[in-house]
Nanobody
Framework: QVQLVESGGGLVQAGGSLRLSCAAS????????MGWFRQAPGKERELVAT????????YYADSMKGRFTISRDNAKNTVYLQMNSLKPEDTAVYYC???????????????????WGQGTQVTVSS
């Protein structure tokens, strides 16, 4: 049984930082690209960042570039999202997701991910 478990969310003031973690089990972690997505109330789920199975390639949505950093530790089956300079508009539920490296489709669409975590709430106060 595949499980992705996010942690590290919480309440932070604008300008602060948080580090999210996503621990994976039940799959061969190094065979999966990983993504972080977020969903704010009343909005669609959107891509935050992705990282290739090897960790060699990363992608960030424009509004996250320079503030967020995605990384992974394949020995620990964990992917991270370091979030700095947080803004109130970053408030959302953050989800991690796993995409099998040989499956089709882009890394940018939620439809192409095989497994999802339950999400962790991030709230940024002004």
């Amino acid at each position: 049984q595949v499980q992705l478990v996010e942690s590290g969310g919480g309440l932070v003031q604008a300008g602060g930082s948080l580090r999210l973690s996503c621990a994976a089990s039940g799959l061969t972690f190094s065979n999966y690209a990983m993504g972080w997505f977020r969903q704010a109330p009343g909005k669609e789920r959107e891509l935050v960042a992705t990282i290739a199975w090897s960790g060699g390639n990363t992608y960030y949505a424009d509004s996250m570039k320079g503030r967020f950093t995605i990384s992974r530790d394949n020995a620990k089956n964990t992917v991270y999202l370091q979030m700095n300079s947080l803004k109130p508009e970053d408030t959302a539920v953050y989800y991690c997701a796993a995409k099998y490296k040989y499956s089709g489709g882009t890394y940018y669409s939620t439809n192409n991910y095989n497994y999802w975590g339950q999400g962790t709430q991030v709230t940024v106060s002004s």
